[in-house]
């Protein structure tokens, strides 16, 4: 079975730092797309960033804008996504999600298959 539980969640002020982990089970990393996704108050989900087993990342720019990234640590089952300069235009609810490996990890929400729970991060200016 499947489970994904994300912590490191929590208010934080414009500018601050902040790391996301989500523990993995009941997959392996060396063969599972894994990704970021959130959901802002009164927004549809959307997708943040992903990572393939062999390490390769992709991202929404847009979103991101060069202060997330995304890394995994095979041997711990974890995914991390750590945030830089973060700004309330950052406050979401982050899932941590899952799917099996595909040619180039899917950017669409629906594509993906086992979720977290959701941490909330919220950002005040």
């Known amino acids: 079975q499947v489970r994904l539980v994300e912590s490191g969640g929590g208010s934080v002020q414009a500018g601050d730092s902040l790391r996301l982990s989500c523990v993995t089970s009941g997959i392996s990393l060396s063969t599972t797309d894994m990704a970021w996704l959130r959901q802002a108050p009164g927004k549809e989900r959307e997708f943040v960033a992903a990572?393939?087993?062999?390490?390769?990342?992709?991202d929404d720019a847009a979103s991101v804008k060069d202060r997330f990234t995304i890394s995994k640590n095979n041997g711990k089952n974890t995914v991390t996504l750590q945030m830089n300069a973060l700004t309330p235009e950052h406050t979401a609810a982050y899932y941590c999600?899952?799917?099996?490996?595909?040619?180039?990890?899917?950017?669409?929400?629906?594509?993906?298959?086992?979720w977290g729970p959701g941490i909330q991060v919220p950002v005040s200016s």
């Open positions: 999600a899952a799917c099996s490996h595909q040619l180039i990890p899917p950017r669409v929400t629906g594509d993906w298959l086992s």
């Open positions: 990572i393939s087993p062999s390490d390769v990342y992709i």
